[in-house]
């Protein structure tokens, strides 16, 4: 395997580093510039942005011998505790990162989505309902195979996940204000709002939809810096299984269904090793997002009650048991104005600061973990083909292995953006509603499914193998 024979030569070279110590004078004298010099041949990398992908990429960098600094603008981790999950593909990407981020995963009560589901005997299934007109009726089912999703609370995750880093790898409280690329002989420079710099080999935008970074490789000005309201919303919330069983039944309330219906549909899955099932409630809306400052608003449960009035009983029961103030959270994305490149010379962009979509795939910070496992393979190829090589060089390589990385990522990452556009309007046409024009409606569960597996069976050797391959020619070897 492509990454593994990297990772492995990383390792052994780092063990194989040794200096030979002695008593003279100037033989210290040698062996203290030997040292400093070994210090200034490690590749070092600025991450801005402490989300999950930023810190996922970051411990996939220490794993490989690489100098990481991660800056978050926040003053410490408070994600917002909603649900996510992650494809089975995703899982093993972040093995190949660092072991440690799956073992994080699950330790924060990340659980198969189809965990209720004994008949299956452990294979999830994404299952679409009908939350319209027939609610006891299943549109279809799609296995997403043994762990086909893991699914677990944000901030839990993102909590456990930050302690498998170095003390000093994070710093909080550091919000990007600039970024000086100098010439390409020289270091990347991050100025910050409190008035320090820091320099670095290279830097990568972990900082989301919001992106600093990304608006400073395409200008203040231009539309293509910044995410576009998709004229959907969500309400989002978690409630106790508790209350779930008693509105859904056993089945469903632990298992994940879609209920689709017209201009709108609801998702659920369980999370929290069970305690809690994860909600979000998605409506059209015409109207433009009033706050462009703020992509989070206040709503209320009689809001989101009044939206799904016309649905069926047990989804009403489900919403009536989300708390009585809760967040109506816009769906913006890079559908309209995709990011022209991810990378120019020593700069680059990851996640949803690359490539933000809707979330109605639910594999979005999955496709971010492909980006994060690419990146740090190509990063590792960096340092070992440049060491003891000039300045110059390894720049050159830093920009060829980003280049390589847009190649390889930016085609897949804008499919996923339109492809998440494309199943809600499956999800919520306006002939679910409609007897006679039912069937024409149902007939999009085969596209549902091919946009699926194209996601969840991603090759990621060969993604791993093209990238060292491409980067290889690029840089002569």
């Not at 030569?9 to 010099?37: G, N």
């Not at 027939?134 to 997403?144: C, H």
């Not at 010379?345 to 971010?368: M, Q």
């Not at 494309?422 to 999800?427: G, M, S, T």
Request: charged fraction near 25%; glycine fraction near 8%; proline fraction near 3%.
């Amino acid at each position: 395997m492509a990454q593994k024979i990297v990772f492995d030569r990383v390792m052994r070279e780092i063990t194989q580093r040794k200096f030979t110590i002695a008593i003279s004078h100037q033989q210290i004298s040698t062996l203290t510039m030997t040292m400093i010099d070994a210090q200034q041949e490690i590749l070092s990398v600025g991450i801005v942005g402490g989300g999950l992908i930023g810190i996922m990429l970051a411990a996939g960098l220490v794993r490989r011998g690489i100098t990481v600094k991660v800056y978050e603008q926040a003053r410490g981790f408070r994600e917002i505790g909603a649900g996510m999950a992650f494809t089975a593909n995703s899982v093993r990407c972040m093995e190949l990162l660092d072991p440690a981020i799956v073992h994080a995963l699950r330790s924060s009560g990340a659980v198969p989505i189809s965990i209720g589901d004994h008949q299956g005997e452990g294979r999830d299934c994404l299952r679409w309902v009908d939350g319209y007109s027939e609610p006891s009726k299943i549109l279809y089912q799609l296995d997403a195979g043994i762990r086909g999703f893991e699914a677990c609370r944000r901030d839990q995750f993102l909590e456990t996940l930050v302690k498998i880093l170095p003390d000093g790898v994070v710093a909080c409280g550091k919000r990007l204000e600039k970024i000086h690329e100098n010439d390409l002989d020289d270091k990347v420079t991050l100025q910050f709002a409190d008035g320090t710099f820091a320099d670095f080999d290279c830097v990568i935008g972990a900082d989301g939809i919001r992106s600093r970074v990304r608006q400073h490789l395409f200008g203040e000005g231009s539309p293509f810096s910044y995410p576009h309201y998709s004229h959907k919303f969500a309400f989002r919330g978690l409630v106790s299984m508790g209350n779930a069983l008693s509105a859904l039944g056993e089945f469903r309330a632990r298992t994940l269904n879609m209920h689709v219906g017209p201009n709108a549909h609801l998702i659920h899955y369980p999370v929290a090793n069970e305690t809690m099932v994860n909600v979000a409630a998605f409506v059209s809306d015409p109207h433009e997002w009033s706050d462009k400052t703020s992509l989070v608003g206040p709503a209320t449960r009689k809001e989101a009650m009044r939206c799904f009035a016309d649905w069926n009983p047990c989804l009403r029961g489900l919403i009536g048991f989300l708390p009585e103030n809760i967040d109506r959270w816009a769906m913006f994305d890079t559908y309209d104005y995709p990011a022209p490149f991810f990378s120019r010379d020593k700069i680059c962009l990851v996640g949803d600061a690359a490539h933000a979509a809707v979330p109605h795939h639910g594999a979005g910070a999955s496709i971010g973990v492909e980006d994060a496992l690419c990146l740090a393979t190509l990063l590792a190829e960096v340092w070992v083909s440049t060491r003891g090589k000039s300045s110059t060089i390894r720049n050159q390589a830093v920009a060829a292995a980003f280049d390589t990385y847009d190649g390889i990522r930016r085609f897949r990452a804008q499919w996923f953006v339109d492809s998440s556009r494309r199943v809600c309007d499956l999800y919520q046409q306006p002939e679910w509603a409609d007897a006679q024009r039912r069937l024409k409606a149902e007939t999009c569960f085969e596209e549902i499914k091919d946009r699926s597996h194209k996601i969840w069976h991603f090759d990621w050797n060969n993604m791993l193998e093209e990238a060292i391959q491409t980067y290889r020619q690029k840089m002569g070897a």
